[in-house]
């Protein structure tokens, strides 16, 4: 893209609805009335959003943001274009994560089930890496019985020299991916430091249940590698965290019952959408209860940078180059699905963004 364009593309604001008006620190990246984006990831000039189909989203599961603001499919229609009966082994089925790679990659993650809750078709769950710089996808990693079993929703991904860690919100446990052999593992299965239950989502004082009536439990589901990659940091959606060094998740050599021994606790975080780490390691993560962005710093304080009931559920944020954070507001708790099939989402999403340093 030319600098031109670079520059149009950050400089579209798109005026806040009546419904939604933002505080002053935040800015309106991009609006949709047709995507529910729960993912964002910027490369210069260029931001990417994606968001599950089970939400309501009608856009495409992977887009490239135009100059309007507006959601082009990425890298193409063909992979945006599944419909049910189609072969899911080269197409998104339900995209729920991206995150990039140290080598100028972006990695998609599909859980390959079109439904929340329920199981991946078979072929579909996967991971699909898309060169940023050709715009074609250079890798696909099918996940077989090694890495899901029945009910896994691989949810996220991490990096870390040759390995890959993926969480599973579905069937609690890690999956570890060798970026090399492209082997998979499972570990921590049904382990309490990967497993929802213990807490309740609470979302404007009142309890999230999921389809069946009961309170909703999401199993494994953020996670972040310290800046160094000595530490894999990991819980279930409502708290709290523990750790592991990425040395024993990489050892094939390490048992399972080995593994689970190593796992320490590390921070009593609450229910969050997600969360970003920096070069610093400060853990910024959107805190559902309170509507708020919080930022734990590496002594363990906890510090509220903005509140704003715009923020309800900000889910998995990005922080740039420029330390700009940016915080897609897919509002998950408010799909249909949630509601007895009846939408309770405010249109039109947003994607905000703000400064994480102040001016100088």
């Known amino acids: 893209m030319h600098a031109a364009g670079i520059a149009m593309l950050f400089a579209v604001i798109v005026a806040p609805s009546a419904s939604f008006a933002v505080p002053p620190r935040l800015t309106v990246a991009a609006e949709s009335r047709t995507m529910i984006w729960n993912a964002v990831a910027v490369d210069g000039g260029r931001i990417f959003v994606a968001g599950p189909r089970w939400s309501g989203s009608t856009g495409p599961a992977l887009a490239l943001l135009d100059r309007h603001g507006d959601p082009q ?9 599944w419909r049910s009966g189609d072969d899911p082994r080269n197409v998104f089925v339900n995209v729920n994560s991206l995150h990039r790679d140290d080598s100028g990659g972006l990695w998609v993650i599909d859980t390959g089930s079109p439904e929340f809750g329920g199981d991946p078709l078979p072929g579909a769950a996967k991971a699909v890496r898309i060169d940023l710089k ?16 029945k009910g896994s929703y691989v949810d996220d991904i991490r990096f870390h020299g040759d390995h890959a860690y993926l969480t599973d919100a579905g069937r609690s446990g890690l999956i570890i991916l060798n970026l090399k052999t492209g082997q998979t593992r499972r570990v921590l299965d049904g382990h309490p430091s990967t ?22 439990k999401v199993n494994c589901d953020p996670m972040e ?9 990991f819980g279930p959606l409502e708290g709290p965290w523990s750790r592991i060094e990425t040395r024993y998740l990489d050892d094939p050599a390490m048992s399972p019952d080995e593994i689970a021994e190593k796992v320490d606790p590390w921070a009593d975080l609450p229910a969050m959408g997600g ?29 509220t940078i903005i ?49 994480l340093d102040a001016p100088k």
Request: net charge neutral; proline share 9%.
């Open 73 to 81: 499919p990425y890298p193409d229609a063909h992979w945006n274009g």
């Open 134 to 149: 050709s715009g074609g996808v250079t890798r696909i990693v099918s996940f077989g019985p090694t890495a899901i079993v």
């Open 195 to 216: 497993t929802a239950g213990r807490r309740n989502i609470v979302l404007d004082g009142e309890i999230l249940r999921g389809p069946d009536g009961q309170p909703l």
């Open 225 to 233: 590698v310290s800046p160094d990659g000595r530490w894999l940091y």
């Open 275 to 303: 969360s970003a780490m920096d070069a610093s390691g400060n853990l910024y993560f959107s805190d559902l209860a309170r509507n708020a962005l919080k930022r734990r710093a590496t002594d363990g304080t906890i510090t």
């Open 307 to 355: 509140q704003d009931p715009a923020l309800h559920w900000v889910d998995a944020p990005f922080i740039d180059e420029h330390r700009i954070i940016w915080l897609p507001v897919p509002q998950i708790d408010r799909a249909a699905m949630f509601h007895g099939g009846e939408s309770r989402i405010v249109q039109p999403v947003q994607l905000l963004k703000m400064p």
